[in-house]
């Protein structure tokens, strides 16, 4: 059996008000198909690592806040460590707290029957050089952060895992300017490659990958979803192919004591050829379950539907459909329960 056993993933945001609405929402079109439920990421947390920044970088003491950048990639806010100051500690990210409430109103709603018994509560984490390459423009900056941030995730993880049960429980890890480095070699004259980091960047995921998961618990679920960018809905680059995300499955797998037990990777609406993916001819990942970004709701089933005969035709292990990046964010015209039903359509036919 897979190790993920259901055949749907949420990626992470869900465009709503807040952890009730999307609770309800996801609970009754896809409760009893996904690997978990996602509160929505609503609220602060709309726009990702950007939450990171406003609620635990800016204020900090040791940290000077930089307002514009003109750095490129939308001329976003940078933060540097104050002269003489070797070392910074975060005393929290907030994930604990927002988990530990939504998964309060998960469980009275599992109660009301909204959510089916046996349904996990997910909760999804930025890697550390999504939270923290992107807000600095050096590498001591970010050496500093991203130990202070790895510290902190691996504390919030140890609260989140003492609030919900471990066996209702799955951890994602949502990977995306490490894969770009690993894409574009460290290299780029844009922000947040402007500078490289120390050693190659497949070992440093792998590197992260083992050094958190060591606070994920047994029982809990865990797996990563890798992402190109969707800032403005646009990714950061265009990938060529599925090759670099099939290398860092397999390193993902390599990493870490606890099983991954799933993966997800992105498809563009405009991908349905055999190239993009043919490096999953013979992508071997056990019983580790592949989750195929290929829902859209822009042409619907029929175009998910092209795009999932493709992928079957080159991989033929444990799969299961997801959207190539979170749902949050989505134009209004965008029908979010019709997006939840094109999932459903699609994992009866995985």
């Excluded at 990171?52 to 940290?63: A, K, R, S």
Aim: net charge negative.
């Amino acid at each position: 059996m897979a190790r993920a056993d259901k055949p749907v993933l949420l990626v992470g945001g869900v465009g709503g008000e807040n952890a009730e609405e999307v609770l309800r929402m996801v609970g009754a079109e896809v409760g009893d198909l996904a690997i978990g439920l996602t509160d929505g990421e609503t609220g602060a947390r709309k726009f990702w690592v950007m939450y990171l920044w406003e609620n635990v970088l800016q204020n900090h003491p040791d940290l000077v806040f930089h307002p514009t950048s003109n750095a490129g990639y939308g001329e976003l806010p940078k933060f540097s460590v104050a002269e003489g100051v070797e070392t910074v500690r975060f005393e929290g990210l907030g994930y604990a707290g927002f988990a530990t409430e939504s998964y309060g109103t998960f469980k009275r709603l599992q109660g009301e029957g909204v959510i089916p018994e046996g349904t996990r509560f997910q909760v999804c984490i930025p890697f550390p050089e999504d939270a923290m390459r992107l807000p600095t423009s050096t590498e001591r900056d970010f050496r500093i952060l991203e130990a202070a941030y790895s510290d902190a995730v691996k504390r919030e993880v140890t609260k989140i895992a003492a609030a919900i049960p471990a066996e209702e429980l799955v951890i994602q890890w949502d990977v995306n300017w490490e894969l770009i480095a690993i894409e574009l070699d460290d290299g780029g004259k844009e922000e947040p490659l402007g500078y490289r980091l120390d050693g190659r960047p497949l070992e440093r995921f792998a590197g992260y990958l083992q050094d958190l998961s060591s606070a994920v618990p047994a029982a809990a679920k865990m797996g990563i979803h890798l992402c190109y960018g969707d800032f403005g809905h646009q990714h950061y680059i265009q990938p060529e192919n599925l090759e670099v995300c099939a290398l860092m499955a397999k390193r993902a797998l390599q990493s870490t004591a606890h099983p991954v037990d799933f993966c997800h990777m992105p498809v563009p609406r405009d991908r349905s050829d055999d190239a993009y993916f043919a490096p999953l001819d013979g992508l071997d990942l056990g019983t580790t379950r592949l989750y195929i970004g290929l829902v859209h709701f822009t042409d619907g089933l029929e175009g998910s539907l092209k795009r999932l005969e493709v992928f079957r035709r080159h991989y033929s292990g444990p799969a299961g459909v997801a959207t190539e990046c979170g749902m949050g964010r989505r134009p209004v015209d965008q029908d979010m329960k019709k997006l939840l039903r094109i999932h459903r359509e699609l994992a009866e036919r995985i």
